[in-house]
């Protein structure tokens, strides 16, 4: 199991107005720009994503306010993931914030695909601290 983790981020806002931002996937469909979320169906607890006819679901599995929240992908997705958001406040109107994914992939992959996922979630800490 693969696993990265993101550099640590900083938001400038209480922890309790971004923990239920993030709980709730139909909050997505507010801030994603709409080229991206046309191909996305969102529900409060999972969120379905299509392309070109192939689909995922990916599920909150488990949450803890203002702590953390757990995402994950049923027995059915040919790649397996869990992607958690971790939560931290700092000092009112400062949370520190960390991505982490564990994926299930052949390990002669691995070295091909860490770099460019940890960019990309450092890349996302960098978004959600501009919020």
Known sequence: MLKV?????????DVNSIYQLASNFENLST?????????????PDKCTITHEGQSITVYI????????????TD???PIKFYF??????????????????????PIFIQPFI???????????????SQL
């Open 5 to 13: 983790e993101s550099k640590i981020g900083t938001v400038r806002r």
């Open 31 to 43: 801030i994603l720009p709409a080229e991206y979320s046309q191909n996305i169906k969102f529900e």
């Open 61 to 72: 599995i488990d949450k803890e306010e203002n702590n953390y929240i757990k995402f994950g």
């Open 75 to 77: 027995e059915n997705t």
């Open 84 to 105: 958690w958001i971790q939560f931290k406040e700092t000092a009112p109107y400062e949370t520190k914030i960390k991505l982490t994914i564990h994926m299930d992939v």
């Open 114 to 128: 860490k770099n460019k996922i940890k960019k990309g979630l450092d890349d996302a800490i960098d978004k959600i």
